[in-house]
């Protein structure tokens, strides 16, 4: 069955500008992860939702960043006024599991480049 | 503070010879443990999990870990090197209280001399 999908997979964006990054999931997995991987370094938290609840933010690094994921399924990931510290790959995982605590595994989505100049 | 560790950055091995990744982490109780291995290019793919039970996990190509309460570490070894396994490998933790999210640590990348 298909994986998790990301898009674009590169995004080139001037500073100021504002990026949206899509990601479609596993069909039917409950759980859904956004995750900021820096150059170099191991992926940090962004944000998870369960269905269409966003139950833990607390990874957002400004209120420049926001995510939703309306209908319980597709999410976005909207970075407003892009700054060069921006720069990143930005990971999508899903989960099929809901309940907190669970470690239900993550399946990782391929990423999407981002580069502000 | 909840943390994960991977002392060792870069490693450079053999072809054919043995491998052990290192990763500790600080944190009160058991968490769930996982390795994870990113190839240029690709996503995260699971290695292998550890919630409970048996503290010596196989994985997928050939890879196990052995979780050390005691030393709060969960080191990930492959007997014979093969070239396609170089790549970025990176430990990550659920530390329960926290929900289900994954907190990694830094990776070690390995390299394959043939």
């Known amino acids: 069955g298909a994986g998790v999908s990301q898009s674009p997979r590169y995004k080139v964006a001037k500073r100021g500008q504002d990026v949206a990054l899509r990601c479609d999931p596993i069909?039917?997995?409950?759980?859904l992860f956004w995750y900021q991987q820096a150059l170099g370094q191991g992926p940090e938290f962004l944000t998870y939702?369960?269905?269409?609840?966003?139950?833990?933010k607390s990874g957002l690094p400004s209120d420049r960043f926001f995510a939703e994921r309306p209908e319980g399924s597709v999410s976005t990931l909207k970075i407003q006024r892009t700054q060069q510290e921006d720069s990143a790959v930005y990971l999508c995982?899903?989960?099929?599991?809901?309940?907190?605590?669970?470690?239900?595994?993550?399946?990782f989505g391929p990423g999407t480049r981002l580069t502000v100049l | 503070a909840q943390s994960v560790t991977q002392p060792d950055i870069h490693i450079t091995v053999s072809e054919g010879a043995s491998l052990e990744l290192r990763c500790n982490y600080s944190?009160?109780?058991?968490?769930?443990l996982f390795w994870y291995v990113q190839s240029p290019g690709q996503g995260l793919q699971l290695l292998l999990k550890?919630?409970?039970?048996?503290?010596l996990v196989q994985g997928i190509k050939g890879f196990e870990a052995e979780f050390k309460r005691s030393q709060s570490s969960f080191n990930l070894r492959k007997p014979s090197v093969h070239w396609s396994d170089a790549a970025e490998y990176f430990c990550?933790?659920?530390?329960?209280?926290?929900?289900?999210?994954?907190?990694f640590g830094g990776g070690t990348r390995v390299l394959v001399k043939p």
């Open positions: 550890y919630f409970s039970g048996d503290t």
């Open positions: 069909s039917g997995h409950v759980s």
């Open positions: 939702f369960q269905n269409e609840a966003q139950l833990d």
């Open positions: 990550a933790v659920v530390f329960k209280a926290a929900g289900n999210k994954l907190t």
């Open positions: 995982a899903s989960s099929l599991s809901g309940t907190s605590g669970s470690g239900g595994e993550q399946f």
């Open positions: 944190y009160g109780a058991t968490p769930y």
